[in-house]
Nanobody
Framework: VQLSESGGGVVQAVGSLRLTCAAS????????MGWFRQAPGPEREFVAA????????YYADSVKGRFTISRNNAENTVYLQMNSLKAEDTAVYYC???????????????????WGQGTQVTVSS
């Protein structure tokens, strides 16, 4: 499985960006997918996750109401729509795939098997 993020960039506060994660593999439709981010520092932070059918999703409290995770299984893609961006959203954003097969959006990085290379999001205040 290969994951590739795109859509990052520099945006002013209260602006919007949409991140895209393109996945390889014919079994993408069975993957739970997640977005994480890492600001300068050691820890990667959970942002959002979605089950393989798209029927279940979880969000970090810090992004709830501003970010939306969605997926298109026909196109092997998962999206993160980010609205009302804040300076504290600045980070490298990673998508991740959990290939265990049970539909359960995962919220910890240790539950994911595959990771993309990340895309930088910078929000200027």
């Amino acid at each position: 499985v290969q994951l590739s993020e795109s859509g990052g960039g520099v945006v002013q506060a209260v602006g919007s960006l949409r991140l895209t994660c393109a996945a390889s593999g014919r079994t993408f439709r069975w993957f739970n997918m997640g977005w994480f981010r890492q600001a300068p520092g050691p820890e990667r932070e959970f942002v959002a996750a979605i089950g393989w059918s798209g029927g279940r999703s979880y969000y970090a409290d810090s992004v709830k109401g501003r970010f939306t995770i969605s997926r298109n299984n026909a196109e092997n893609t998962v999206y993160l729509q980010m609205n009302s961006l804040k300076a504290e959203d600045t980070a490298v954003y990673y998508c991740a795939a959990d290939t265990t097969g049970n539909e359960m959006p995962r919220v910890t990085e240790y539950e994911y098997d595959y990771w993309g290379q990340g895309t930088q999001v910078t929000v200027s205040s």
